[in-house]
């Protein structure tokens, strides 16, 4: 976009701001809205800014959770890198020890070794008892140097084998190194889009924007209760999501996130002072005692799936067709989120961005019983801030 073209952008939104038009919906992430004979050029122009930034933030999103899966097996892969590494120390330790013991053998052997012939040597010998059991110490030497030589060659075997290895795994690590690299080149410059875009925005701009959001989430959000998909009574214009009692450890996942709001998103962190959005649910569920997979795909690709009328506080909600944004359950048609780049930890309505489905980390985890659940307290301003995490006006430093 020219400097010109932004400036009649710019332009064209604060009239409408002044003129008070901007008053169509626009849910997340939903497709730019075609102006209709209705719909004035004013507010086309907000809602196509709205609908381009929040392409840029799920692009964003996208980049990262790639970054964070290759981030995961980069840190596997210089495990198994240093693991083989002290393998293949060990084996050459051992096969150094096993040269010097075929050496000293050998060295044995040759000394003990004569022109003449062991019958000869019996015949001619003061003490033939002892020559005899010279003789077996001979040869239990040259058994002994015959597995000795064995080993060596087993050893060396083993050694060459764990140094292909090795070698294969370092250039493994290499390749994943460089990938991270791209990949984190791909965010900065997705973040520098965003940031950008940013910067072109007016005060006026920026409110007008939040103004669209939020009536875009607080419609999606009724039509949502209304329909009675989050287990509340269909068709009535005030439903609400019905609350169940969470497991033990879905109760401590979420209290943990809880602890979190207000904390900065940064793009691949997992805590403890910042967090991207998979970040939070992998590391609340880990401090409750369950493993979860680092990424929002996997997480959706390998936990079980729970339909969202019997979603309990601490399921994950996963979000967009390709599973880029993961948050948790809080219960009353809330989740605890890291929204994007700019933002911070918070509390959304559930329909803050388009559903994809929900899972469950502990499906065999038992719920607690109804009177003894009491849900977090939630600090004062938990629900403050965009989902979208534009209100900061920058993007954030590299994480």
């Known amino acids: ?207 007008a924007l939040r103004r669209l959001e939020e009536k875009g989430t607080a419609d999606a959000q009724r039509d949502l209760l209304g329909s009675g998909a989050l287990g509340g009574a269909a068709g009535s214009p005030g439903a609400s999501a019905q609350t169940r009692a969470p497991s033990k450890a879905g109760d401590a996942a979420l209290r943990y996130a809880v602890k979190q709001i207000g904390k900065p998103y940064v793009w691949g962190a997992e805590g403890p002072g910042s967090f991207d959005c998979s970040g939070l649910t992998s590391r609340a569920w880990q401090r409750a005692g369950v493993e979860i997979p680092r990424t929002s795909q996997e997480q959706w690709a390998r936990l079980e799936r729970v339909p969202l009328h019997r979603l309990r506080p601490g399921d994950l909600v996963v979000y967009f067709p390709e599973a880029t944004h993961v948050a948790l359950y809080l219960g009353d048609g809330k989740v ?29 985890g038992r719920a607690l019983s109804d009177p003894d659940y009491r849900p977090p307290e939630l600090p004062p301003g938990a629900m403050s801030g965009s989902d979208l995490g534009y209100g900061a006006g920058v993007a954030p430093e590299e994480g």
């Open 1 to 207: 976009m020219s400097a010109k073209s932004r400036s009649i952008g710019r332009a064209v939104c604060a009239a409408a701001v002044v003129a008070g038009l901007v008053t169509g919906p626009q849910a997340a992430a939903a497709p730019r809205p075609a102006p209709g004979p209705a719909a004035g050029p004013e507010e086309g122009s907000v809602a196509g800014l709205l609908t381009d930034l929040q392409e840029l933030y799920r692009k964003t999103e996208q980049a990262t959770e790639t970054y964070n899966a290759t981030a995961e097996k980069l840190k596997k892969q210089r495990s198994e890198t240093k693991k083989l590494g002290a393998e293949l120390a060990k084996a050459r330790t051992a096969l150094h020890d096993s040269r010097a013991a075929a050496g000293r053998l050998a060295r044995q052997q040759y000394q003990s070794d004569s022109e003449l012939s062991p019958y000869l040597k019996l015949l001619l010998a003061r003490d033939p008892r002892r020559a005899l059991d010279q003789g077996h110490v001979v040869r239990r030497m040259a058994a002994q140097r015959v597995g000795t030589v064995g080993r060596l060659v087993d050893r060396e075997k083993k050694a060459d084998g764990l140094a292909r290895r090795s070698r294969k795994a370092l250039a493994a690590q290499v390749a994943l190194a460089a990938r991270q690299k791209e990949q984190r080149d791909e965010v900065t410059e997705r973040l520098k889009d965003v940031e950008e875009m940013l910067s072109d925005l007016s005060p006026d701009e920026l409110a």
């Open 336 to 364: 605890v989120q890291a929204p994007r780049p700019g933002s911070r930890v918070k509390v959304s309505p559930i329909a803050a961005n388009p559903l994809l489905g929900a899972v469950r980390p502990d499906p065999e």
